[in-house]
């Protein structure tokens, strides 16, 4: 069966980009065994202000330490970092952004959540999604899996027991379909996110929202549909980041013949302004991508 190894030469990427991808793919092992011994929360906070879970600092702390004694990349910006790492003895010019721990207050629970990866070429992370060589996530799920676009199509591997990732599914494509997922409370969505959401569940759509983004796309990818982390009374930017959430799953879901909006502009073209940019993010299959922009279009 084709391994992560086989599937990257074939694919054609270079030794440096398919060892980046093997390095923090096999990081999913010690992640997977942190977690009993990492259940609580930490007493830090990140820049948002948000909690940290032991094993949001955890991850961050393994992932980024493998990235920098790797040499393989130059700079480095982490969701629970405030500020860009520079790594000046690296021997190439790769460039990663990551969320480490996604999902990370569903650890309590059992419930499946994830590792997300972007990477660039030319040493800088300050670029448009659209620039990544690559994306990925890995999903601690009943399996763990890794969902990967070198930008030839989307491949879905299975981690086993050997550490070894084989493949699961070529040429994954995103299905039309009905499934919705959306953040925030319904009292402070936009009146344009309520108009959507509204006309789909009227036509049929069934909610699915765990509240973990990447478990909540992965369900998206396989039976079709639209997640949502809409604009919000308030906060207008809504929760999700451009750089970590929005720019490597909007790649692996364009690949898979999906989409990726903030209702009005594909996000995989947004310059983005500083790390730690939020977005209002719609992914999904093309059906609903495109009822989102008429929606948005409708009010402008
Ligand atoms: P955590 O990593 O703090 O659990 O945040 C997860 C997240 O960024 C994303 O994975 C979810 O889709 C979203 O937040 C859930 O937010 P709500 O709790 O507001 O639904």
Not at 282 to 299: D, K, L, P, T
Request: with cysteine.
């Amino acid at each position: 069966m084709t391994t992560l190894h086989d599937y990257l030469e074939s694919a054609g990427c270079d030794e440096g980009l398919t060892t980046l991808i093997e390095l923090i793919a096999l990081q999913a092992v010690p992640i997977r065994e942190a977690f009993i011994t990492h259940q609580s929360y930490a007493s830090t906070e990140n820049v948002y202000g948000e909690q940290q879970a032991a094993m949001d600092t955890w991850a961050d702390e393994r992932i980024t330490m493998v990235l920098e004694e790797s040499g393989l990349v130059r700079e480095l910006s982490s969701e629970e970092q405030d500020e860009i790492r520079t790594f000046s003895d690296a021997k190439y010019d790769y460039a990663v952004v990551m969320d480490p721990m996604d999902g990370s207050s569903l650890i309590q629970t059992n419930l499946a959540v994830g590792t997300i990866v972007g990477i660039y070429d030319g040493g800088k992370v300050l670029q448009p999604g659209r620039h990544q060589v690559a994306a990925l996530y890995m999903l601690y799920g009943p399996m763990t899996t890794l969902t990967i676009t070198v930008g030839k199509g989307v491949y879905i591997f299975a981690l086993d027991h050997t550490g070894v990732y084989r493949l699961l599914e070529a040429e994954v494509r995103m299905p039309e379909g009905n499934l919705y997922g959306t953040g925030g409370a319904r009292p402070d969505w936009t009146d344009e996110h309520a108009e959507f959401i509204t006309e789909i569940e009227k036509e049929g759509a069934k909610l699915r929202y765990t509240g973990s983004y990447v478990a909540d796309f992965h369900q998206i990818l396989k039976y079709g549909g639209i997640y949502c982390y809409p604009a919000l009374k308030g906060k207008p930017d809504g929760k999700l980041r451009l750089m970590y959430e929005a720019n490597p799953i909007g790649f692996i879901a364009e690949q898979a013949g999906g989409a990726i909006t903030n209702g009005r502009q594909n996000l995989l073209d947004v310059e983005p302004g500083t790390a730690h940019q939020r977005t209002p993010i719609y992914v999904g299959s093309m059906n609903m991508i495109g009822r989102v922009r008429e929606c948005f279009a409708r009010r402008e």
